[in-house]
């Protein structure tokens, strides 16, 4: 069973076009988060739910929404895409994302290519 | 204030030894210090964590040393193992409530057979 799981897993695509990432999790956690790694491996939240409401968005362009149609669910949705789109997009969950010790347990990914 | 500063970018350590990563700090309202090791094409997955009211825990060959004062906190892997081999992310998180962490920078382990 997996706990945090992305689709798809790779997705390649031109400049300009719009892309969906889907993210669901089994885990009954409150809160849901996208972060964007890039090509050095840097890690940064993007956004972050609770409980389908959004908490943290990271001034991130608004050509990224995030929707997130019930608890277990957080899409991101990109508009128009830019070449320095292109990375590792992960989701993630936890319990309650505002209690300090909550784990934050990632999917495994979603490697976006921008042509 | 934001930023969790981490080092080195890359280790190479034989197998049996002793893998060293260092990461500090500059808010002081930082409460909670995870440690995620990321294997290649997977997500990061926590691997061990401490509050600042603590200066050592222990799981295992992983070691977290923490030093408040100096606002510096390490992970030590003893008897390093091929399969550690990884890229590590220390993080930290400003109090309950914040529903986010600050990653450092990462670094890509490797340990040789």
């Known amino acids: 069973d997996t706990a945090v799981s992305q689709t798809p897993k790779y997705l390649v695509t031109q400049m300009g076009n719009d892309k969906s990432i889907k993210c669901e999790q089994n885990?009954?956690?409150?809160?849901m988060y996208w972060y964007k790694q890039d090509s050095k491996k840097f890690l940064k939240i993007m956004f972050s739910?609770?409980?389908?409401?959004?908490?943290i968005n990271e001034t991130v362009p608004n050509r990224f929404s995030p929707k997130s149609p019930d608890k277990a669910h957080l899409n991101l949705h990109i508009n128009s895409l830019e070449l320095g789109d292109s990375a590792v997009y992960f989701c993630?969950?936890?319990?309650?994302?505002?209690?300090?010790?909550?784990?934050?347990?990632f999917g495994p990914g979603t490697r976006l290519t921008v042509l | 204030q934001q930023q969790v500063k981490q080092s080195p970018q890359s280790l190479i350590v034989q197998k049996g030894g002793i893998s060293i990563i260092n990461c500090a700090y500059e808010?002081?309202?930082?409460?909670?210090f995870p440690w995620y090791q990321q294997f290649p094409g997977k997500g990061p997955a926590l691997l061990i964590a401490?509050?600042?009211?603590?200066s050592e825990k222990k799981e295992g060959r992983f070691t977290i040393s923490f030093n408040k004062s100096a606002k510096q906190f390490s992970l030590h892997i003893m008897d390093s193992q091929p399969g550690d081999s990884a890229t590590y992310f220390c993080?930290?998180?400003?109090?309950?409530?914040?529903?986010?962490?600050?990653f450092g920078t990462g670094t890509r382990l490797k340990v040789l057979a």
């Open positions: 993080a930290a998180q400003k109090g309950a409530g914040t529903y986010k962490y600050i």
């Open positions: 885990l009954g956690h409150d809160t």
């Open positions: 401490i509050r600042p009211d603590v």
């Open positions: 993630a969950s936890s319990l309650r994302g505002g209690a300090l010790t909550d784990t934050q347990y």
């Open positions: 739910y609770n409980n389908k409401e959004l908490i």
């Open positions: 808010n002081t309202a930082f409460d909670y």
